[in-house]
Structure formats: C-alpha cells, structure tokens
C-alpha cells in the first residue's frame, strides 16, 4: 500500500535488458528532470555470457554524484528487467557471473531441467527459451559449474542485488519472483516446490515489499556521492510490475490494462487462473501486494509496423473512416504476421476480401485484425471491466473503437505511458499523477459481431 511522502525529488536506477539509466523525476509532476543513460553491456568472455556488472556501477555511482549535486533527490528506487537472478558468495563478491538469460543451454541441460520444473499448474509461468525461466538459469549454473555453485552464500533477485549494495541490507521480492521463473506459486503466495528441488531454499534471501525502505545509503556510499542527509533505498521493483502499478494505485479491480509497444501486454487485474493456457502466450505475473495477475501477449506493435510498411503512406483518420466499409466489405486479416507467439500459434498470416481493398481499408482491416487479436488475449486471462490502453495503440482511433465494440467495454487511451521509471517512483510513497487521458470510448460498431464470427470460422479451417 502506498502511503503519503514528503520527498521531493526521487532518484530511480532503471536497468533494462538493452539500455540502463538513471533519473531524477520530480515527486509532484512525475515529470523527468535530470537523466543519464548508457549500454547494458554483455561479456562474452569466462564461463558464459554474462552481464557488465561493474561497469553498471560505476555508471550508477557516477550519475548519483552528478545529481546529489544538482538537482538532488531525497530517496532512491529501483527497477530492472525480469528473468535474472544474482549469486553472491559469503564475502559478498559474486560466487557466478550473473547470467544473461538469452544465453542458450547444451540440449542435456534442457532436458533435464524439464524433468525438473513444476508443473504450469502449480507455477503459472510456461517453459520458455535461455534463461527466461530463472529456475533454469540457477540449475544451469548448478549442473555445469558446481564448484563455483557451492561457493553460494545468497541468491537474489536483480532489483534487490542493486539495493543490497547501495544499503547493505539482503532481500528478494514478489514481483520479481513471480516473473516466469518457475520459482514462485502464484496461488499460495509462496516459493515453488521447485526451490525444495534444488535445494536452494536456504540461500533465498528474505521477502521484503517492493515498497519497503531497506535502509539509507551505507555511510561510505554516502559521503562518496556527496550527500549531506541520510536518502532511504527503496526495495524496487521488476519493470513489467512497474509500469502497471499506477493503475493499481488509481483504480479499483476488475480491470484491464493493454501496454502496447513491441508486444501487446495484456494484464486482467481482478482476473482469474483457471483459464490459463501455456501454449497460446499467457502466464501469471504476481504484483507489488503479492497478488496474481494474468497476464498474456503477442507480437501486435510488430506486426503493425510489418503491415504499415507494405501498406505504404495512409493517414489514420483515413482508415477510421474506412473502418465500417472493411466491415461491411468482409476485408480481414487472419494470424499471425509474427509467428511463434501470441494467442493462435501455428498459424500463418492470410488476407481474405483483399481484391481492389484501399490502402485506407487495408489499414483499418490491420486495425481489426489487432483488436481481435486483443479481445482474444483479454478473454484467455478473463479480463472484465474497463481496459486502459497505453502506448502507441492509445493513439489509433479505428482500434480503439473496434476495441470497446468486441469487448462490449469502455475503453480509456492513454496516449503516454507512465513508464517503469515513474511506477518505481511509487514505490517511495509519493502520489501517482494524472496522465493526460482522453474520454472513454464506448462504441457498438454495426456489423462487426458477424465480421468477428466470420474472422473465427476462417481462423479455424
């Protein structure tokens, strides 16, 4: 739960998979006004790819400095990429280098970590490639380095390794767990039975809350960036569960939440479990308060950009004014231009009704195709209640409509999301604040349950 602060400026270290930063947004306004950004660098070098960690700290340590200077900040949290786990010897040092978790495993290692894992039943989290299951990563390390693994003193999550070196302070939190590690039992609120398995449930560090402060700055740290007041560490936060909490914060279940970049993700907050399929991109994630959230996705802000390219130059205002022709007409596009994911996997992209389509009816039909695509995934996670569209989605009026229609649901665009950055903000107890937000949509577009029936029926030849 978030309660009321009175700080003023916060520092957030934002560490991504590709790109890593450090901001100083200001508590008020939400508003960014001091940032630095560098690399997120992998070594290919040792035992196996492996992140630059010391370079990440150096980073850190420097772009604090700058900031203690001007404009300051007066607490500081974290938020990272999921599927990474830290392995820390007694001394502190690390006991492995921490792994990269697109490094692929030898197919003897696979196979018997998949003899291993829990079923999806008990995890919610659906076996996936590398290291995106952090189970696989710590069993990989296990198997293939024992000598080094037995070196293990603490194992962490990634948020919390950054806050344990800025305090001192060792801790592991739910988000991060519950991010498709296998580790976690979204039911219970618990570790999986996996952590038993290999035998590492006694060098788990400690749950702590995301929002929990660990402790100020240690003294040395503190004088070397130069501050002249003690700043609490925030425990942080795994960045997916950062972008959502603001609407966490604002808004009472049941709900929906559509984060659409590169992929489409698709939150059911107040949403169930038991209609989750691993085989078709859904999973839990679990979030700040411990609670599943289903959660599921395909590929659309990719596919939009493949479709746009072929289609060439047409305005958006024209598609929506071709958007109740595409219907009438029958124009479709069936899955997937992206294959691999989402929720029809196998199947492969067909245009039905395309003979001398428009480029406007073209664009209004990939348009469709996305907001069915959507409307699938909502209902895979059980999704009820009004859907807050962020991103780049926010700003296609023919998908919203169509959107709101399938759904039978208000619809709000958010045309500029909060970020991770802002949501670890959160997590030092400032309030949220208001994101620019445009009226509810509430439309029943004439014709379009017959097109969503007919799209299915094609779909399934």
């Not at 039992?185 to 702590?208: E, H, K």
């Not at 229609?405 to 970020?419: D, H, Y």
Request: aromatic share 8%; with cysteine.
């Amino acid at each position: 739960m978030i309660a009321t602060s009175t700080y003023r400026r916060i520092a957030v270290l934002d560490i991504g998979k590709t790109n890593a930063k450090v901001v100083v947004l200001d508590a008020h306004t939400g508003a960014e006004i001091a940032a630095v950004r560098t690399s997120n660098t992998t070594l290919k070098t040792g035992l196996y790819p492996h992140y630059d960690i010391e370079r990440l700290w150096d980073f850190v340590i420097g772009a604090l400095k700058g900031f203690a200077a001007a404009p300051g900040f007066d607490a500081i949290s974290i938020t990272t990429h999921g599927a990474c786990a830290v392995l820390l010897a007694e001394d502190g040092t690390l006991a492995l280098p921490v792994l990269d978790y697109e490094h692929r495993y030898p197919q003897a290692v696979q196979e018997a970590y998949d003899r291993l894992r829990p079923p999806f039943s008990e995890t919610f989290s659906p076996r996936l490639s590398g290291g995106l299951n952090v189970g696989a990563q710590i069993h990989y390390q296990q198997s293939v380095f024992p000598s080094e693994f037995a070196r293990v003193s603490t194992i962490l999550t990634y948020p919390q390794y950054w806050s344990l070196r800025l305090t001192g302070v060792a801790a592991n939190e739910v988000t991060s767990l519950g991010c498709h590690t296998d580790l976690w039992n979204p039911s219970t609120g618990a570790y999986s039975s996996l952590v038993n398995t290999l035998g590492i449930r006694d060098l788990m560090a400690p749950i702590r809350s995301a929002f929990d402060a660990l402790g100020p700055l240690l003294p040395a740290l503190a004088a070397d960036i130069g501050l002249g007041a003690p700043v609490p560490v925030h425990c942080g936060i795994h960045d997916s569960n950062a972008s959502l909490l603001p609407h966490l914060v604002k808004n009472e279940a049941p709900f929906a939440v559509v984060s659409t970049g590169t992929w489409v993700i698709n939150f059911a907050v107040g949403g169930d479990l038991d209609h989750l399929d691993p085989a078709r991109d859904t999973l839990a994630n679990v979030d700040p308060n411990g609670r599943a959230v289903p959660s599921s996705r395909f590929m659309g802000g990719r596919e939009f950009e493949i479709l746009a390219a072929e289609i060439g130059p047409t305005s958006s205002e024209a598609a929506e004014k071709a958007l109740e022709r595409v219907i009438e007409k029958h124009i479709m596009l069936l899955p997937n231009v992206v294959e691999g994911c989402g929720p029809f996997p196998g199947k492969k992209m067909r245009w039905l009704g395309l003979a001398q389509a428009s480029s406007a009816e073209r664009l209004a039909a990939a348009s469709l195709y996305l907001a069915l695509m959507t409307e699938a995934c909502l209902g895979l996670i059980g999704a009820k209640g009004p859907i807050f569209v962020e991103g780049p989605f926010a700003l296609n009026h023919a998908y919203l409509a169509a959107l709101s229609s399938l759904t039978g649901s208000s619809v709000m665009a958010l045309p500029g999301s909060t970020g991770t950055s802002q949501g670890a903000a959160l997590l030092t107890g400032i309030k949220p604040t208001a994101p620019s937000e445009n009226p509810p949509i509430r439309t029943d577009l004439s014709g379009l349950r017959d097109y969503r029936r007919a799209w299915r029926q094609a779909l399934a030849e």
